[in-house]
Each structure stands twice: as C-alpha cells, then as structure tokens.
C-alpha cells in the first residue's frame, strides 16, 4: 500500500493491487489521438472511477468519489497508471 499526498493536500492510499485487478483496470484504459496528434483516454469519466473503486485503500463509494475535485481524481488516476505500469517494458530477470 502507498500512501500519497495530492497537490491539494489531501492524502489517499492505493492499495497492492493484484494481478487480475491490475489487468481489469488496464483493459479499460481506451487511449486514441486527435486531430493534433495529442493522446487521450476514451470514456474517462468511467475509466477513472473504476480505477479509483478498485484501487483506493479503504471506502471508495459514490459520495468519497464525489467529494473530490476532478483534479483529485485525475491526479490519483495518473499516479496509479504510472504505478501499474511501471516495469511493463523491462524484460523478466527469471531463468
């Protein structure tokens, strides 16, 4: 578990997040490009409340959701994406 303090100053947890959460959770991250060639994340409203329910330690209901500011929210999805994702591109050290 890490425990995180937002730019707000708020401090959540994220919890170890296991191997089939970890895989759910990335399955539903939809990226695409713009016109501009800029990346985004389709239905993010979604994606992000999904990761949060999942991966917060402790009470992640409909009113703690609602009572964070998109910022938060945003915040906490982009400091669990690079968690999980950490690792992805480096190749095992297993025999």
């Known amino acids: ?3 995180i303090k937002l730019k707000s100053g708020r401090e ?3 919890k170890d997040i296991g ?3 970890r895989d759910a959770m990335l399955d539903s991250v939809e990226y695409y490009q713009n ?3 800029n990346p985004g994340v389709k239905m ?3 994606t992000i409340t999904k990761w ?3 991966g917060l330690n402790g009470k992640a209901d ?3 959701i609602l009572g964070l500011t998109f910022e938060e ?3 906490i999805f982009l400091i669990m994406q690079k968690k999980l994702l950490t690792g992805e591109e480096n190749a095992s050290n297993s025999k």
């Open 19 to 21: 191997l089939d959460d």
């Open 1 to 3: 578990m890490d425990k």
């Open 12 to 14: 959540v947890s994220i």
């Open 62 to 64: 409909d009113k703690y």
């Open 52 to 54: 949060l329910r999942i």
């Open 73 to 75: 929210r945003t915040e």
């Open 44 to 46: 993010m409203h979604t």
């Open 35 to 37: 016109d501009d060639g």
